[in-house]
Nanobody
Framework: QVRLIESGGGLVQPGGSLTLSCAASGRTFGSASMAWFRQAPGKEREFVARINWGGWRTDYADSVKGRFTISRDNAKNTLYLQMHTLKPEDTAIYYC???????????????WGQGTQVTVSS
C-alpha cells in the first residue's frame, strides 16, 4: 500500500514563499520518480515539477521555472517543493505523485497524495 501525504500548504501573500513536503511510504522511495502537480478550480490538473529517483534530474513547467525547486531526501522518504515569488495564479491544490517512469503526464503517475491547498492572495 503506497501512501503519500502532503503538508505545508497555506495562505501566503503575493511575492511570498512556501515549502511543501510529501512523506512517502509503501514503495521503495529511492527507486521511483516523483512529481508535483496542481489543480486550480475549474481547471485540469497540470504538471509542476518532476525529479528522478536519484535526485540529479529535474524538470519544471515553464510557469514555475526559476521560482520553484523540487528536491528529495531518500533517507527520509520525503519529497519537497520550495516555492518562491508566489503569484495569485499559483493558487491551487498541490499534489505529489509517484511513478516508475520519469513522466510529466497525469496518466503516467499511479499513486497520488490527497493534496494540500496553496492560496496566494493579499
Amino acid at each position: 500500500q503506497v501512501r503519500l501525504i502532503e503538508s505545508g500548504g497555506g495562505l501566503v501573500q503575493p511575492g511570498g514563499s512556501l515549502t511543501l513536503s510529501c512523506a512517502a511510504s509503501g514503495r521503495t522511495f529511492g527507486s521511483a520518480s516523483m512529481a508535483w502537480f496542481r489543480q486550480a478550480p475549474g481547471k485540469e490538473r497540470e504538471f509542476v515539477a518532476r525529479i528522478n529517483w536519484g535526485g540529479w534530474r529535474t524538470d519544471y513547467a515553464d510557469s514555475v521555472k526559476g521560482r520553484f525547486t523540487i528536491s528529495r531526501d531518500n533517507a527520509k522518504n520525503t519529497l519537497y517543493l520550495q516555492m518562491h515569488t508566489l503569484k495569485p495564479e499559483d493558487t491551487a491544490i498541490y499534489y505529489c505523485a509517484t511513478s516508475w517512469v520519469y513522466g510529466s503526464r497525469v496518466d503516467e503517475y499511479d499513486y497520488w497524495g490527497q493534496g494540500t491547498q496553496v492560496t496566494v492572495s493579499s
